[in-house]
């Protein structure tokens, strides 16, 4: 395909996979209004808490959407892929299960509350292995529905329990109901595409492929995920209460920061995994992340003086932080970008530095910092230097592999 007719495509695919990401997204970031107004300070500090560790949960269903992706590239049958989905939302169900307790003493919440948290993690699994079959066959169009129909039957149930005088854990069981109502619908959508460009014939045979393979892929985006959502829940159990709200809210601009981005990985993913595009691709989806990431910064400078009058005074102790938190976010969109790399070439130790990193940043939170502001300089110093360094050493072997072609 020439060279014109290819960017042509992926800026399509970007477009459409953005609309249906960016509604998702916009949809998860309403949510915080009525949550933080209608829970107040301190509830939404154990909302935000029960969130970020049904996202460690589900970092499962972001891997399999990958390996997924990357099969579908490789020729592997959508029915196996299927397949393997159910056996990994099995997998991450009984998870959940053992988990819900754990999670419940460590934040410090009801075990109803952590495990209307954790029961969404298995339901995202299934709707990830459908978005992996559209990913990996190029079809954004419909990727981007499901995308949006996920943001919505995430958040509307939820939006709808808050206004009903719900609290954290009864709102996320009702945003549980809707993601598996997206994952059905999703599946019954699938129906309509042919196998036909998946038929297992093309480099499917011989190679190792199963729920291992997902755990390779699971522990790359669980360094990933852990290094956004770690200072968060140690937010919860280190600091005071009002201040650990105030920084579940800080929080949101790095979630903002971090997922804005995601389309670009999402669309040129497919060609990371072809080993002919493989270091192009990589370099293309750096260049855009980051300059994203740096319009996302300059914008949270002014969009922070909007905080009083949007979600209250209450707020506004954070308000001159907001900057950093962005920051933090879109270093680790540009670690997504890198890592997303590595899952596509089956390069799954280059996460090793992440990991390394990660422990880097628990130590400093737990042992150094115990202010807000301490918080937040340490979360995003730390992701700034994690991605640095595994950026260099993902394009170095870039650059080695190219000049070995």
């Known amino acids: 395909m020439p060279t014109r007719a290819v960017a042509t495509s992926a800026v399509a695919g970007m477009t459409m996979v953005t609309i249906g990401s960016m509604t998702a997204n916009a949809l998860s970031y309403l949510l915080q ?9 301190e509830g939404y500090g154990e909302f935000a808490s029960l969130l970020a560790a049904q996202l460690v949960l589900a970092v499962s269903a972001l891997a399999l959407q990958s390996v997924v992706a990357r099969e579908v590239v490789h020729g592997r049958s959508r029915e196996s892929l299927r397949a393997l989905g159910y056996r ?38 299934l709707l990830a292995a ?22 919505i039957g995430k958040v509307v149930p939820a939006v709808l329990a ?49 729920v291992g393979t997902v755990l390779r892929a699971s522990q790359v985006q669980l360094a990933l995920i852990a290094l956004s959502s770690v200072d968060l829940m140690l937010a919860r159990v280190q600091l005071s209460s009002e201040a650990a709200g105030l920084y579940a809210l800080g929080a949101v601009a790095t979630k903002a920061a971090f997922w804005l981005p995601q389309a670009v990985g999402v669309v040129l993913y497919p060609r990371m995994a072809n080993p002919a595009h493989s270091a192009k691709a990589l370099r293309s989806a750096m260049a855009v992340v980051g300059g994203i990431g740096v319009v996302l910064v300059l914008g949270s400078v002014l969009a922070a003086s ?46 090793l530095l992440a990991w390394f990193g990660l422990a ?21 110093s730390v992701a700034a230097a994690t991605t640095v360094v595994v950026s260099v050493a993902a394009l170095s072997r870039n650059n080695w592999l190219s000049r070995g072609n």
Request: hydrophobic share 60%; aromatic share 6%; with cysteine.
């Open 360 to 380: 880097v940043e628990v130590v400093l939170l737990v042992f150094l910092a115990s202010t807000l502001a301490q918080f937040v300089v340490v979360a995003a």
């Open 306 to 351: 909007l905080i009083p009058v949007v979600i209250g005074d209450d707020y506004s102790a954070v308000q001159s932080y907001i900057w950093i938190f962005a920051l933090q976010g879109a270093c680790l969109a540009l670690l997504q970008s890198v890592l997303l790399w590595a899952i596509a070439g089956e390069r799954t130790r280059l996460a």
């Open 88 to 125: 990994c939302a099995a997998v991450v169900a009984m998870l959940a299960v053992l988990l819900a307790p754990v999670v419940a003493f460590a934040l410090d919440t009801t075990v109803l509350a952590a495990t209307s948290a954790l029961v969404v993690a298995p339901l995202l699994v």
């Open 33 to 41: 209004l009525p949550a933080s107004r209608m829970l107040g300070v």
């Open 130 to 151: 459908e978005q992996g079959l559209l990913q990996g066959s190029g079809q954004f169009g419909r990727l981007s529905v499901v995308l949006a129909s996920a943001g």
């Open 162 to 210: 808050l206004l009903l005088g719900a609290g954290p854990g009864v709102t996320l069981a009702a945003s549980a109901l809707g993601t598996g109502i997206v994952a059905v619908a999703a599946r019954l959508l699938d129906r309509r595409v042919t196998d036909s460009a998946s038929d297992g014939s093309a480099g499917s045979v011989g190679v190792r492929f199963g």
